[in-house]
């Protein structure tokens, strides 16, 4: 949607320098922006392709703003202002409110009428989808489930019982949410299944990636808190507690009965061990793990980056000989 | 459904200490048990909500009973026995025979007149649906399938081609069974695909998490053992064996043509490179993976918990001057 | 398809020791081959079996004919040709071009003539449907994308938007194209979504494994290079390029804005960071990761092999005393 700067500067709280009448119709990065496109400046790492910028118009930081040959957007944070705007200029997908006539909507489920149920969804027995809510093609809501207002299901994505959602959640195709969890008492005749008969509660403002599964609780439910952010490919064990703003990024898992506290942050391939209890403000780095209880925020690692193969080799070698190296250690000591 | 403590104790072999009419409606936590509830006390670490608890009954060792302040049902093993009496309390959703009018079936398919094809399925030529089967929506079953009786699908799961089911399996949302593995040959030019001919055989009472994948075989079938419990987001490639019983917890893997025993373990992230044997009642810790053939059953690991970042810096340091250490004691062993 | 020894050596430029009227009609693996089948001997930990084979004829190197007692296709790489021959006797599986009663697509889309679309797929607004390409049943294919000519989509496809696909490409059930990257600029009051606009580009030749992902560029496109092939369950992230010819294999994950090269080899559960450059012909062991730019080709690894737990807890108490142990070398020094 195209927009003045003026405007912009206005609903954001920027500084302007350059015509408040000059419209920005399209988002670019730096480096290869064209007229009438937004822009930002962020990391330092970027400033080099500032003076030749040709967008229409620059958001970054005063600090920045004598380098900027275009009209300049001037607030604290570039970065969070830039996705403020671009949600303006390139707002999600507009749908028409309805009911495509090949969904199959259970009879004592409510669609609210200005929702929108794609081509092949399935929806089940008292299901509630809120208020201008669009459920993508081919999707699947189970029943005894809720979705708020103004969410969005893209496409291909699975409900499977008893999962409550609050407002303006997105959920990314081949979302599983409330599958059972991986619940099996050992036997001397093998597994036997544990029945999951919880369900799954996720907050406001919440979006969980591609592919992603949450399973629903054991016996009372998941628990997914307000403005938490799910990569791709995630894992949310039974019975899991994500504290508000939590965000785990692709291939993070969380074993089952772990409770994470806020604003905590999994990187990529990073997790938790089942059952430990994590304090708010903890960010764990790639390929990393917490084994047990966490009390204190900060930052916490254990991957070891890769180097040549060979060299790894010879440190493969020394690490096995540790036991060797302190035994002659040892020896020179007496 | 309800049932009374005299009906559970005698269907599973406990001693009941209490009423035996009282009857049980719901499952509950012993920790929030509500009236007319039926918990359980496994764990040592919830002993201490034992007192307390409101629950109708509570299902323990012969130990715990004198701590006990309702009905208690006493037997060796409490999570187990809760977990078949959970699936007489809270059995699976009941469906209605019939196929739905938007499923699409082939001409050559054999779907039991009591099996349910939900909305949105499809069934390729010449697969077989069995008794008591339930398809859930969406789901995709490929040409040249068998699902055997009592089986459930839960949604959007797919059977690529050449899958063999037994009977009471359980797929959840998002599985794909019999997809090519990854065959592919180096050549000057590039990859060239293997084409994989093979298919999936799975065998009696297995379960498969949301998400999960199970290649079909290059040439010759991947066989999966009875009993076998795979959880989310797992990976097994082509010409794999898993042994009966063997379980694998959320994102772990088993490389192609791996052969592995009966009642292993794989934890969360785990996994084993390809082309390896392993024997029966291995169990492997979360993020290891084995990188050879295993003969002697027991534990395997390879991880390490995450500590403070600032202290893995340092002891990462540490490592990579493991070399250097090694110089200096040689010198001073000299 | 059945087909000669004569017409396969022909064809695919092999010597041929046998009669060349002989006919092929199966693929097998050389230790349980049957009669009338063709198969391969590739690696030397094979050789055993070559001398009772039932096959009616062997691909094999020059240096193994002596051995073989049947008829042997000679070529320097017996795998390849046996990729290239298998893909002649086994093709894929014929279908009929048309679109299903029950597929829902676009009055703005086109679909070429000898294109299939299978039962629920959905077609999205102003996209294309190249020749003689294949979309399986439940795929959903969003608006403005291009699927090049001789495609297959086997089942429950998702391509979001804006993807543009070349000739040839191969994609499994559940993968999910052109979903929002991980875009989240942090603020006082949590995090903000940053609109993911851009797209998704992918050469020609490309396959995709079952339930991987490719997430859309945040304002350019994410780039797949030709050739490229990726194993199920990896996660590739917005704004990536993948170089032609690289592969992936299962649970492997790229991070955002990473610039892979060509023919490059990541192995299971390997991966980068975001934000770095990885120059051609680099290969990634397992469970590894790349953490900064990578300029020079070869192996690179950082991972320990599992070993049984008990020898792992006494060397992981080693490794946490290696300040100490150097504590107690430099008192040594002194």
């Known amino acids: 949607m195209p927009i003045s700067l003026g405007e912009l500067a206005t ?13 920005v119709s399209y988002l670019a990065a730096l480096q290869n922006a064209e007229s009438g496109s937004l822009t930002f400046l962020s990391g330092a790492s970027f400033l080099k392709y500032l003076s030749a910028t040709q967008a229409a118009a620059v958001i970054l930081r005063a600090q920045d703003v004598d380098q900027c040959p275009v009209a300049a957007l001037i607030c604290d944070d570039p970065y969070a202002t830039y996705a403020r705007m671009a949600a303006v200029i390139c707002p999600p997908p507009a749908f028409t409110p309805g009911v495509h006539a ?9 669609v609210a009428a ?13 299901t509630t989808i809120g208020e201008n809510t669009y459920v993508g093609p081919g999707s699947v809501i189970g029943p005894d489930c ?17 999962v409550v959602i609050g407002a303006r959640g997105i959920f ?20 036997v299944k544990v029945p999951q008969i919880g369900g799954v509660r996720i907050g406001n403002d919440v979006e969980i990636g591609a592919n992603s599964t949450i399973d629903c609780g054991s016996i009372d439910d998941t628990v997914i808190g307000d403005g938490v952010r799910i990569d791709n490919l995630c894992m949310v064990g039974h019975n899991v507690h994500l504290g508000a703003h939590t965000a785990m990024a692709a291939t993070a898992a969380i074993a089952g ?5 806020e604003r905590c942050i999994f990187a990529g391939a990073s997790g938790t061990v089942g059952h430990i209890e994590v304090c708010d403000d903890v960010t764990v780095a790639a390929l990393s793990f917490l084994s047990k209880d966490v009390t204190e925020p900060g930052n916490y690692a254990a991957s070891f980056p890769a180097v040549a193969a060979k060299s ?13 190296l ?9």
Chains 1, 2, 3 share one sequence.
Do not use: M, Y
Not at 14 to 20: F, K, S
Not at 150 to 160: K, S
Not at 172 to 191: C, K, L, M, R
């Open 11 to 23: 609903s954001f709280g920027c500084e302007l320098i350059g015509d408040p009448d000059t419209i």
């Open 102 to 110: 090949s969904a199959v909507v259970a009879s004592t489920a409510t």
């Open 114 to 126: 200005n929702a929108h149920l794609a081509a092949n969804v399935v929806v089940g027995e008292g």
């Open 146 to 162: 809720s979705i708020g207002n103004d969410c969005r299901l893209i496409a291909n994505v699975t409900l499977v019982k008893q």
């Open 172 to 191: 990314h195709p081949g979302v599983v949410i409330g599958a059972d969890g991986f619940g099996n008492a050992s036997t001397a005749e093998g597994w």
């Open 257 to 261: 009965s772990a409770k994470i506290g």
């Open 312 to 324: 790894w080799r010879k440190q493969l070698a020394r690490f096995r000989r540790l036991g060797q």
């Open 326 to 334: 302190n035994e002659r250690v040892k020896k020179l000591e007496k």
